[in-house]
Every structure is written in C-alpha cells, then in structure tokens.
C-alpha cells in the first residue's frame, strides 16, 4: 500500500484515499499498515453539529483499530 495523507477535517475523503491508496481486498490487511503515533480515545461518536480535530482524530483512529480487529466485536 502506497504512503498516503489524509486531511482529519474530511472523514469521507480520508477513507476514499484509503480505498484508492490500496489495491487489496482485505480490510483487515488494509488496516494492518497503519499506526498512530499517540494514544487514541476510542470513540464512535462523530460530532457532525461542531466538530472538532481532536474527535474527527479519534473516530478515525478508532475506525482503523476496529478495521484491524476485523469487526466491532472482534479482538486481535
């Protein structure tokens, strides 16, 4: 998977590279690649009304890590 930028202020966007920068058909493989450079509150609760950097971060964060588990119930 090639090395992307994604911009934390547009969510969709961000996971239309993701798609684009990945030729794989395995979300979970996709997922494996990426890593964060700090703790992350996991949240599922994206604040559409007044979002915030620090949330629309911590959603996608939080996507990815469950991406990785391969499912909301799964763990690794």
């Known amino acids: 998977m090639r090395r ?3 911009n934390p202020n547009d969510v969709a966007g961000s996971l239309r590279e993701i798609e684009r920068a990945s030729q794989e058909n395995d ?3 996709i997922a494996q690649n990426f890593s964060f450079d ?3 509150t996991q ?3 994206l604040a559409v009304a ?3 950097l620090a949330n629309t971060n ?3 964060a939080t996507l990815i890590d469950l991406l990785k588990k391969g499912g909301l ?3 690794q």
């Open 4 to 6: 992307v930028t994604l």
């Open 27 to 29: 979300i979970v493989e």
């Open 38 to 40: 700090a703790a992350v």
């Open 43 to 45: 949240t599922l609760a």
């Open 50 to 52: 007044s979002p915030t």
């Open 58 to 60: 911590a959603v996608l």
């Open 73 to 75: 119930n799964r763990t």
